[in-house]
């Protein structure tokens, strides 16, 4: 009798592990088939990649989890009206100077607009920087007039604007992409 239930107990704590493990992890939820951009509507500011025709992309509803120091791609992106960034940012509908410190954090992160207009900490090139979430990097959808045609992002993704990369202080030849850590300030 006392061997089944350890035996029980045994079955319960590894299907929990199973489950908390499976919780962590971020698998992509979708593709979409890439658009071939109207003449002139992808803007290529900061290397922004376009659309291509017939090409499928990944798409995530979901992020890497949160910790005090979050593994992520930093990316350059214009919040400036006209900029690669598109439309307002979605938190505010206002448009931000590149000189400030803002970003946009992949769809998981966005979270719904949880973290809207608060700070993050971004660590990298050995510096730190303290900017404010503006904006949905999005993950989902893509290849259409709302994303500037410009494929989803990643699940992992900062993009910042050039005041992060000058706080940071990386070089203006190595901007556009950085492995940084980050945490909610």
């Known amino acids: 009798m006392s061997n089944s239930i350890a035996s029980f107990v045994l079955l319960l704590i590894l299907i929990s592990t199973n489950c908390l493990c499976s919780a962590q992890q971020c698998r992509p939820s979708g ?3 890439g658009k071939k951009p109207p003449p002139g509507e992808c803007n290529k500011e900061n290397d922004s990649d376009c659309c ?3 090409k499928a992309y990944t798409t995530y509803k979901c992020s890497p989890a949160v910790s005090r120091h979050t ?3 930093l990316t350059l992106n214009s919040f400036e009206k006209g900029g690669d960034g598109g439309g307002p940012s979605e938190c505010d509908n206002q448009y931000h100077s590149d000189d400030t410190p803002v970003v946009a954090l992949s769809t998981g ?3 719904d607009r949880s973290r809207c207009l608060h700070n993050i900490t971004i660590s990298g090139n050995g ?3 303290v900017a404010m979430v503006v904006d949905e990097c999005d ?3 893509g290849c259409d007039e709302d994303h500037d045609y410009q494929p989803p992002c990643s699940n992992n993704i900062v993009d910042a604007s050039k005041a992060v990369w000058k706080a940071l202080g990386v070089p203006h030849n190595q901007w556009g992409g950085l492995e940084i850590t980050w945490s909610d300030a």
Request: proline residues 0%.
């Open 52 to 54: 291509v025709q017939g």
């Open 139 to 141: 993950s989902t959808m």
């Open 71 to 73: 593994k992520a791609e």
């Open 127 to 129: 510096k730190s920087v």
């Open 31 to 33: 593709r979409i088939m």
């Open 109 to 111: 992160w966005f979270n």
